[in-house]
């Protein structure tokens, strides 16, 4: 089983990074998508999204939380996807595009044109459900 771990930053207005994957992708290729990638043989989801944080974001995780974990497949491949979230209070130019053609913050409601994976979009949602419980219990 292909496992793939996955982050997502998010900020006080309740935006999210998402990453715009290159053209050339083997898979996904020009789809909108979360920073991450695959898990080595014995490492583990979240070893994998910090060190794919890093290398992707040049940013290094100080409190990623587990969202969800769900099965998809890609041109017949069984694979694992491993969604973590953390709420991104640094500057938001100290982060660097080191993957993917191009990123953007993207508030509610924004993401709905957006090209991207139906299993990414319904994770994308969960965690935006979260986001915003977690907002309203901070405002109250
Ligand atoms: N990065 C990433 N990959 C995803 C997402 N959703 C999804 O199904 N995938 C799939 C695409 C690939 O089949 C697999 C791994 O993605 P990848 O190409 O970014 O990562 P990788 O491990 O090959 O390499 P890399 O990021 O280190 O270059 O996971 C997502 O939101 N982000």
């Known amino acids: 089983m292909h496992r793939v771990a996955v982050i997502l930053l998010y900020d006080r207005q309740q935006k999210v990074l998402l990453q715009h994957r290159t053209d050339d992708a083997p898979f996904f290729p020009g789809y909108w998508a979360f920073f991450g990638g695959g898990c080595e043989e014995h490492e583990s989801p979240i070893a994998t999204v910090i060190r794919e944080t890093e290398e992707e974001l040049c940013y290094r995780l100080t ?8 099965p998809f497949s890609v041109q017949g491949l069984q694979c694992r996807l491993y969604l973590f979230m953390e709420h991104y209070r640094g500057d938001k130019n100290a982060l660097q595009l080191c993957e993917g053609q191009n990123w953007g913050w993207f508030g509610p409601g924004e993401t709905e044109d957006l090209l991207m994976a139906e299993h990414d979009r319904r994770a994308l949602q969960a965690a935006r459900e979260l986001i915003a419980q977690e907002q ?4 109250h």
């Open 136 to 139: 309203l219990d901070y405002d």
């Open 63 to 70: 409190a990623p939380r587990f969202v969800l974990e769900q």
